[in-house]
C-alpha cells in the first residue's frame, strides 16, 4: 500500500477520533491533513501502523497550531486536549469514535442531502469531485452542502455521541441509507478503479457495528445482510483482464462462502421477525442470487414487487425491469421501464440497451449503448459497454 | 452550556383554539415549565399578545419613527417562547418536544451566539 491506500485507508477514521480530541471538525480535518502531508515528507517506507502514526502526528500538529491560535475554537479545543487521560505514546483511532461521528453526519436536524455529502466526506474520505459524481449534481453544491453541515453542527450544538437506547429508532434510518450509499460508491464507484474496496470494507464495518448495537432493529440486520451477500460476490465481478463480468456469466466457484452463510443467516433472522422493510427485500434479493446454481426469477420478481409497494423509486423499478425480463421477456421489460427517468443514470440506457439487442432491435441498441457509453464513470463500465456495442450484429452504418 | 430560543410560531388567521383547549395548553405548558425550572434548563419564557399590539420602533440617523403592527408582515407570527439553558442541540430538541407537545403548534429551536468573551 502507499501513501494514497492509507489515506483512503485511514482519513475517516483518523478525523472522527481527531473530533473526539479536538471537539470540533474543521480542526480535526485540517490536523489529519497537516498529518498527511507531513507523511509526504518524512516517509520513506510505511510506518509499522500508518494510522497511529497519522493521529499522533495529527495530534501534535493539532497542539502546535492550537497554540498559535487564539479563536475562541482553539482555546476551547485547547482545553479539551488538556482534560484528555494521558494516552500511550502510539495513539491509533478508537472504532467507537466513528459511530459517534456517523450519527452526528446523519443527526436529523441536518438536512437529508447534507448527512450523505458529510458522512461520505468525513468517514469515507471522499474529495467533493468524487461525492459530485455520487449524486450527479455539480460540485459547488456538495461543497455548500457540507460546509452549511459543518456549520450547524458546531453553532446549534449538536453533539458527537451515539443516541440513547430510546431514540435510536428515529435516528437509525438515516443512518442505513448513508452506508447504503457509501457502500455503493465502494462497489460501483462513480469515477476511477470501478471497485473501491476500502469504502466496501468501512461500510460493512459500521454496518456490523450498528447491527450488534441495535440486534432488535431487523432493517439495521437487513442493510448487513445486503452488503454482506453484495460483497461475497465481488470477487467473481472482475475477470482476469479486469473487465465486468455479468451476474449470468460469473464463476460462481470465486463467491465468497463465508459472507453467503453469514448474510443468509441474517435474512433467515429477519424473517423471523416478520417486520419487512426495503433493505431486507433488498437483502432477500440478494439471497436468492447467492442460493443454488441459478437464480430463480420468479422468486426475485415477487420481491421486487413487494419492494417497490413498500419504497418505489425509478431505482428499484429499473432493477425490477431487469427481473421482468428474465420471468416475462424483453418486450415485456421494455415496456416496463417507459416512464423511468434517471437523469445522468449510465444503467437505465444500458438496460434499456440489452433489451433492445434481445429484441433484435440493432440499431436502436446502439443508439443505447452510444448514450450509456458517454454517461459511464468509469474505464472499466466503458469497456464493458463498448465490447457489447461491438457484439451487435450487423454492425450499424 | 449553550442557550436555545424556543419559539411557538402561530398562524395568522387560523381558527383559534376553543376556551377548553387554551385552558387545556394553559396547564400543560406549566406543567412543562416545571419540568424546566426543576431540570435548571429555564432561562425565561412566556406568551405573547397578538401581532396587532406590536410596535416597531426604528431609529435612523437620531431620527426615532414609530409603526404600528409587527415587523414582519407574515402570516406566522411569534406567539410566544422560551429560553433554554442545555448541554446540546440534542437536549434542547428533546425539551421542544415536550414544549411543542403541551402548547399544541410547532416549535422553531435557535441557538444563541455565544457571550462575547471579555
Known amino acids: 500500500?502507499?501513501?494514497?491506500?492509507?489515506?483512503?485507508?485511514?482519513?475517516?477514521?483518523?478525523?472522527?477520533?481527531?473530533?473526539?480530541?479536538?471537539?470540533?471538525?474543521?480542526?480535526?480535518?485540517?490536523?489529519?491533513?497537516?498529518?498527511?502531508?507531513?507523511?509526504?515528507?518524512?516517509?520513506?517506507?510505511?510506518?509499522?501502523?500508518?494510522?497511529?502514526?497519522?493521529?499522533?502526528?495529527?495530534?501534535?500538529?493539532?497542539?502546535?497550531?492550537?497554540?498559535?491560535?487564539?479563536?475562541?475554537?482553539?482555546?476551547?479545543?485547547?482545553?479539551l486536549l488538556l482534560h484528555q487521560p494521558a494516552e500511550p505514546e502510539e495513539v491509533g483511532p478508537v472504532k467507537d469514535d466513528q459511530l459517534r461521528l456517523v450519527f452526528t453526519c446523519c443527526h436529523p436536524a441536518l438536512a437529508p442531502d447534507s448527512r450523505t455529502a458529510l458522512t461520505l466526506r468525513l468517514l469515507g474520505g471522499l474529495e467533493v469531485p468524487e461525492i459530485a459524481r455520487a449524486y450527479l449534481v455539480p460540485e459547488a453544491t456538495i461543497a455548500q452542502r457540507i460546509v452549511r453541515a459543518k456549520k450547524k453542527i458546531r453553532d446549534a450544538g449538536i453533539p458527537y455521541r451515539v443516541p440513547a437506547a430510546e431514540e435510536l429508532p428515529d435516528r437509525l434510518p438515516p443512518v442505513l441509507t448513508v452506508l447504503y450509499?457509501?457502500?455503493?460508491?465502494?462497489?460501483?464507484?462513480?469515477?476511477?478503479?470501478?471497485?473501491?474496496?476500502?469504502?466496501?470494507?468501512?461500510?460493512?464495518?459500521?454496518?456490523?457495528?450498528?447491527?450488534?448495537?441495535?440486534?432488535?432493529?431487523?432493517?439495521?440486520?437487513?442493510?448487513?445482510?445486503?452488503?454482506?451477500?453484495?460483497?461475497?460476490?465481488?470477487?467473481?465481478?472482475?475477470?482476469?483482464?479486469?473487465?465486468?463480468?455479468?451476474?449470468?456469466?460469473?464463476?460462481?466457484?470465486?463467491w465468497n462462502r463465508t459472507l453467503i452463510a453469514e448474510g443468509h443467516d441474517l435474512v433467515r433472522r429477519c424473517l423471523r421477525r416478520n417486520r419487512p422493510g426495503p433493505y431486507q427485500i433488498q437483502a432477500a434479493?440478494?439471497?436468492?442470487?447467492t442460493d443454488g446454481a441459478a437464480t430463480d426469477w420468479s422468486q426475485v420478481l415477487a420481491l421486487y414487487d413487494q419492494l417497490l409497494s413498500l419504497a418505489p423509486s425509478p431505482i428499484v423499478r429499473l432493477n425490477r425491469a431487469v427481473a421482468v425480463a428474465e420471468v416475462h421477456g424483453p418486450a415485456v421489460a421494455l415496456a416496463a421501464l417507459e416512464g423511468v427517468e434517471l437523469p445522468g443514470y449510465h444503467l437505465l440506457p444500458a438496460t434499456r440497451a440489452?433489451?433492445?439487442?434481445?429484441?433484435?432491435?440493432?440499431?436502436?441498441?446502439?443508439?443505447?449503448?452510444?448514450?450509456?457509453?458517454?454517461?459511464?464513470?468509469?474505464?472499466?463500465?466503458?469497456?464493458f459497454l463498448r465490447t457489447r456495442r461491438a457484439e451487435l450484429e450487423p454492425r450499424p452504418r | 452550556?449553550?442557550?436555545?430560543?424556543?419559539?411557538?410560531?402561530?398562524?395568522?388567521?387560523?381558527?383559534?383554539?376553543?376556551?377548553?383547549?387554551?385552558?387545556?395548553?394553559y396547564a400543560q405548558v406549566d406543567r412543562v415549565n416545571n419540568e424546566l425550572r426543576a431540570a435548571g434548563a429555564w432561562v425565561f419564557g412566556g406568551g405573547l399578545l397578538p401581532p396587532d399590539s406590536a410596535t416597531v420602533v426604528r431609529t435612523e440617523s437620531g431620527q426615532t419613527t414609530m409603526t404600528d403592527g409587527p415587523f414582519a408582515e407574515s402570516k406566522e407570527q411569534i406567539g410566544g417562547f422560551w429560553v433554554l439553558r442545555c448541554e446540546d442541540l440534542d437536549q434542547a430538541l428533546s425539551w421542544a418536544a415536550k414544549c411543542s407537545e403541551a402548547c399544541m403548534g410547532p416549535v422553531e429551536v435557535r441557538p444563541f451566539q455565544d457571550e462575547p468573551e471579555s
Not at chain 1, 470494507?201 to 453484495?230: N, Q, S, V
Not at chain 1, 434479493?285 to 442470487?289: G, K, L, P, Q, S
Open chain 2, 1 to 25: 452550556m449553550k442557550q436555545y430560543l424556543l419559539a411557538v410560531h402561530m398562524v395568522e388567521g387560523a381558527p383559534l383554539p376553543s376556551d377548553e383547549e387554551m385552558q387545556k395548553a
Open chain 1, 285 to 289: 434479493i440478494n439471497a436468492v442470487h
Open chain 1, 1 to 79: 500500500m502507499d501513501i494514497d491506500g492509507v489515506y483512503r485507508a485511514e482519513y475517516g477514521r483518523c478525523v472522527a477520533t481527531l473530533v473526539r480530541l479536538l471537539g470540533d471538525i474543521n480542526l480535526a480535518e485540517e490536523a489529519v491533513q497537516d498529518a498527511f502531508a507531513v507523511a509526504l515528507e518524512k516517509w520513506e517506507e510505511l510506518p509499522p501502523n500508518p494510522g497511529a502514526w497519522i493521529v499522533t502526528t495529527a495530534r501534535n500538529r493539532a497542539v502546535d497550531r492550537l497554540r498559535r491560535e487564539s479563536t475562541r475554537e482553539a482555546r476551547h479545543a485547547q482545553a
Open chain 1, 354 to 383: 440489452d433489451l433492445l439487442v434481445r429484441l433484435g432491435r440493432a440499431h436502436e441498441a446502439a443508439a443505447a449503448y452510444d448514450q450509456a457509453i458517454a454517461l459511464a464513470g468509469t474505464e472499466t463500465e466503458q469497456a
Open chain 1, 181 to 254: 450509499l457509501m457502500f455503493n460508491e465502494g462497489y460501483a464507484a462513480t469515477r476511477g478503479p470501478l471497485i473501491r474496496t476500502d469504502l466496501c470494507a468501512e461500510a460493512i464495518r459500521l454496518a456490523r457495528e450498528l447491527a450488534a448495537l441495535m440486534p432488535d432493529e431487523p432493517e439495521a440486520l437487513g442493510l448487513l445482510a445486503l452488503l454482506l451477500l453484495t460483497e461475497a460476490r465481488r470477487p467473481a465481478r472482475l475477470g482476469p483482464a479486469g473487465e465486468l463480468v455479468r451476474l449470468s456469466d460469473q464463476d460462481r466457484s470465486l
